[in-house]
């Protein structure tokens, strides 16, 4: 971590420190909220000079420019079907199962249709449209909404349709898993027609509003991600529920009390949206069912069900006609004494406005909570025979203060960005700065920042039902109106402390950041759900002495539980796989269910926490049969010291091979062998700020050349290109430097592996630009974090990994739709005209050991070859994301099986299209050695300013020395330097033509 960051983050909890000690006395608190609520609003306090420009608007700022005109009529109700389609790229047919209209239209993933739609004024629509989702895919079907060709706000972009899936019990014999804990039940996709109203998909607030000119219209929608059908649109005014007493007024033959309960236990929902939600197990007598010595599914669990508009639906029968009250039994400890929202439907509909993000409190133990306002429990009339509950997380109540919170951050953007306009991102000690001579407002905009930062915390805890009781979770937003105050105060010193208004996790940008995705989530486990008419519920909570009495029990249970408890079963192939907990539960639970099902071959996996143990165990003698995911540079070390297996000798692996992209074997060829087969594999991309780019008017760049051209332009804004070189690791691995020398054509090492080959002017050329970039065109050193100057903006550009795209995804809300990715820019080869774009990735490796007994290698080789195949890796990535979440993309080596996953489509096929320029160094004795000097090489040049040429040259014998010595130890020169037999090197050229050979 830099020095500034340390020191943002030292006077950010000084003053949290200074806030809890000195701050105002609750009464001083209560009287400074009054006034902030009182004087001040959104529209007042919003900064509209923001100079981010993007080239899709918000929709607060469409609806803005709306409230100026005449638009704001609500035109009458248009019904549009298969009739209205001017074209399409979709296939229009009948449904059976669709009795609304004779014909939908069906379209694949890119395919759009274009209605034709007639208003007489100029007038708001909202968007209502059956749909039904045509395919078994994990991804849900997004759709682009256009009007008359041109996508109105960001907002109608990637529209979630979401797929209904239905849960499947087990058969019994397949319930529980070896310890006789439950397994989760299976997933199925039910094709059914939905209706929904187009909501914005981050938000998932209130239903859109769209435009239409007088005369004739336009409506376009795109899909994206997998196929769909559509069917009957309906535009126009969208009716709001009624209130609790019209509601009532309505019902003719309520009133009756039928003495009936009915308990629905809320693990056994019977469709819900999202593949992610799913039951988990509580270990506490408070919750049914429930036993000491296993573990039973019995409740929903929120961390997966907290999403805005996810949903479960039960379904329920009452034996008699009547009103009934309904309870939640629930515990909702997720966010510090802020409610989680949920939506209530009976039969699909929301009955009146009170079941509509209707409030669920902070508590840390389970609470029943009876449906009701001030005045009472809600009576509800449900008549005899079957019903639905549906529960849909909502996020209506905090949405404004969202968009607010991501506002503020856009004009702290914008701020930081003008000041480092004029200050070229340099800071000077000695040198004094008048800001205001060039931006006049700044103290006032200052101050409205910081005011509007005081604002959001206020109106976050307005929303807790204590109003003395203040969150801890927002507190982020009192330490930024601190930060930016005092800023205002003395704008001057803003270009020496950017570290208090926007770079590094202890600014007030980052720190105002923290508080969306709090905000976001809307957790809350449920154990049971009661519809119950003049009865009494149980209690929520076991008693005392019952929760002491299980804690004794269990606690003497487990030194008997078979869980740990190692009993070697001589039989069962034993592997360690290099991967967390959840992953190898999910994996041995595949196992067991399918390979074990129908071969009979048992495995026992057992988690492997480093590979050193590996040398150890070597040592030891008590090596497995199998290790798995081990990081591509160890299986090339185990097999030249003759301990692991040539996985081609064994029946099967050409064919399996082929489903894999033949440079990923590279690193694992010792001399005419393969001694591991891929498992997983990295990616890397080009990111870059949609938002920023755009409205820099800076094309994406396609080769090294276009990077430099741009790099002025960033440059005199206060913003820079990223390069993994700039990261703060002093080490630079071949992931990091082996591209650019690939895609310049240079290589490290002779055919023979006794000589380096980085002298040879290819590499040079790479060498002296890699180097370059940093001595004449000013790349940034040494970036601790390039995740936070993304999202702040002094690094709208740069290369990352597939962990921070899903930081960028799902850890910065507040970027959604401002961010996208590209291949990685590359070299233009002359004599094709392509641009090379290599690319070297982390890669891991399964493999067998030789001191696995004969009669288990073709068992441990037949479990390899079923875990490689396409099938079983797209299960498997598709459980990793049912179990642990939409979060967790496993990133599996085989192509095929990736096509599959359920990554998003554009990305996916960006991943494929990179992967096509992979290349991995080759393996050899002494190897490490070059990795280490061509790093040391860098850094002498940038940092010691060193001539790239001398730094070779003093690599050159370090390197050749190195080499010579690992092939004296493994006996392919003898102690004169003679060959006593050749090394094989495969080549990139020679890799492919060498397994299509094999097979």
Excluded: C
């Excluded at 209130?243 to 809320?266: C, F, H, K, P, V």
């Excluded at 290698?857 to 079983?872: C, G, P």
């Amino acid at each position: 971590m830099s020095r500034k960051a340390v020191i943002g983050l030292v006077g950010a909890a000084l003053i949290l420190l200074l806030v809890m000690l000195f701050g105002p006395s609750n009464t001083e608190t209560e009287e400074l909220r009054e006034n902030i609520l009182g004087q001040y609003s959104y529209m007042t306090l919003a900064n509209k000079n923001n100079t981010l420009i993007s080239d899709i608007p918000a929709y607060s700022d469409v609806r803005a420019s709306w409230a100026s005109d005449d638009t704001q009529a609500f035109a009458d109700r248009l019904i549009l079907d298969h009739h209205d389609i001017v074209s399409t790229d979709g296939v229009v047919l009948s449904d059976d199962t669709y009795d609304e209209s004779d014909g939908v239209v069906r379209l694949d993933d890119g395919d759009t249709v274009v209605f034709s739609i007639t208003s007489d004024q100029s007038a708001l629509y909202r968007i209502t449209l059956d749909y039904q989702v045509e395919s078994d895919s994990i991804l849900a079907p997004e759709i682009d909404i256009q009007i008359n060709g041109v996508i109105p706000f960001i907002e109608a972009k990637n529209i979630i349709l979401y797929p209904l899936w239905e849960r499947i019990e087990r058969p019994e014999d397949k319930r529980y898993d070896r310890y006789e804990d439950e397994l989760l039940p299976y997933n199925s996709h039910a094709r059914m027609w939905q209706t929904m109203a187009v909501k914005d998909a981050g938000q998932f607030q209130d239903p859109l509003f769209f435009k239409l000119d007088e005369g004739m219209n336009e409506l376009s929608f795109s899909v994206i991600n997998s196929p769909v059908s559509i069917g009957v649109i309906q535009m126009g005014a969208i009716p709001t529920p009624p209130t609790y007493e019209d509601y009532r007024d309505t019902l003719t033959n309520s009133g009756l009390t039928t003495g009936e309960q009915i308990t629905i236990e809320a693990e056994a929902f019977t469709y819900k949206n999202a593949l992610n939600i799913k039951a988990t197990s509580n270990v506490s007598p408070d919750v049914h069912p429930y036993v000491y010595n296993r573990k039973l599914l019995n409740m929903l669990d929120g961390y997966t069900f907290d999403d805005g508009g996810s949903t479960v639906t039960y379904t329920f029968t009452v034996e008699h006609s009547g009103d009934y009250n309904i309870a939640l039994k629930y515990m909702q400890n997720f966010k510090d004494d802020i409610p989680s929202y949920r939506d209530i439907l009976i039969n699909n509909e929301i009955l009146f406005e009170d079941l509509e993000a209707y409030p669920f409190h902070y508590t840390n133990r389970w609470k029943n909570e009876i449906l009701g306002n001030v005045d009472g429990p809600f009576e509800i009339y449900l008549d005899q025979g079957v019903h639905t509950l549906t529960l849909r997380v909502s996020t209506r109540p905090i949405m404004e203060i969202k968009e607010d919170i991501e506002g503020l951050m856009e004009d702290i953007t914008a701020l930081s960005l003008e000041v480092m306009k004029l200050t070229g991102g340099k800071t000077d000690a000695y040198r004094d700065w008048d800001l205001e001579t060039y931006i006049p407002t700044i103290s006032d905009d200052l101050e409205r920042l910081s005011t509007r930062a005081l604002y959001n915390y206020f109106r976050i805890n307005e929303l807790n039902d204590d109003p003395d009781v203040f969150s801890a979770d927002v507190n982020a937003l009192l330490i930024a109106h601190e930060l930016l105050s005092e800023l205002a105060n003395d704008p001057d010193m803003i270009p020496d402390n950017m570290t208090k208004l926007s770079e590094g996790s202890g600014s007030a940008l980052q720190l105002i950041g923290t508080v969306l995705p709090i905000l976001s989530e809307q957790g809350m486990d449920i154990d049971s759900i009661h519809v119950f008419s003049g009865t009494d519920l149980p209690e929520p909570r076991s008693k005392v002495l019952t929760r002491l009495f299980d804690s004794l029990r269990r606690f003497v249970y487990s030194f008997f539980d078979e869980r740990y408890i190692y009993r070697p079963d001589e039989e069962a192939v034993t592997v360690w796989v290099k991967k967390s907990k959840g992953y190898v539960d999910i994996m041995q639970q595949m196992i067991d269910e399918e390979f074990t099902d129908e071969t009979g071959i048992k495995i026992e996996l057992a988690i492997l926490r480093e590979e050193q143990k590996l040398i150890l165990a070597n040592s030891s003698g008590d090596l497995p049969d199998v290790a798995m995911n081990l990081a591509s540079e160890y299986p090339y070390d185990l097999a030249l010291r003759g301990i692991l297996e040539d996985i081609t000798q064994f029946d099967g692996f050409d064919a399996v091979a082929e489903e894999y992209n033949p440079q990923l074997f590279t690193p694992f060829v010792y001399e005419d062998g393969i001694y591991a087969m891929p498992d997983t594999l990295g990616a890397t991309l080009l990111f870059y700020r949609t938002d920023i780019i755009n409205g820099m008017e800076l094309a994406i760049p396609e080769s090294w050349d276009d990077v430099i051209s741009m790099l002025p332009t960033l440059q005199n804004n206060g913003m820079n290109f990223y390069h993994t070189l700039s990261s703060i690791n002093a080490f630079k691995t071949y992931i990091v430097t082996a591209p650019m020398i690939y895609q310049f054509g240079g290589d490290f090492i002779d055919p023979s592996g006794r000589f380096t080959t980085i002298d040879m002017e290819e590499t040079i050329d790479a060498l002296r630009f890699m180097t370059d970039l940093y001595r004449i065109y000013g790349l940034p050193l040494q970036i601790p974090s390039f995740y936070q100057h993304f999202r702040s903006g002094t690094l709208p550009i740069g290369i990352g990994d597939m962990n921070m795209y899903l930081q960028f995804k799902y850890a910065a809300p507040e970027l959604a739709g401002k961010w996208g990715v590209a291949l990685l820019p590359g070299v233009l080869d002359e004599d094709t005209g392509l641009i090379r774009r290599y690319v070297s990735n982390e890669a891991s490796g399964n493999v067998i050991f030789n001191t696995t007994a004969p009669e288990k290698k073709d068992k441990a080789w037949a479990f390899l070859e079923w875990w490689a195949s396409k099938d079983v890796q797209a299960r498997f990535t598709y459980n990793v994301q049912a179990t642990l979440g939409e979060t967790f993309l496993y990133m599996t080596a085989n192509e095929e099986a990736f096509a599959e996953s359920s990554w998003p489509t554009d990305t996916k096929q960006m991943i494929l299209d990179q992967w096509e320029w992979l290349r991995l160094p080759q393996t050899s004795p002494g190897n490490y050695m070059i990795e280490r000097e061509i790093s040391n090489i860098w850094n002498k040049v940038v940092f010691d300013d060193i001539h790239v040429r001398s730094a070779i040259d003093d690599a050159i014998p370090k390197i050749d020395r190195e080499l010579e010595r690992k092939l004296r130890e493994f006996g392919y020169l003898d102690a004169a330097g003679n060959i006593t037999r050749p090394l094989i090197l495969p080549t990139y050229d020679t890799i492919g033509r060498w397994l299509d050979d094999e097979a």
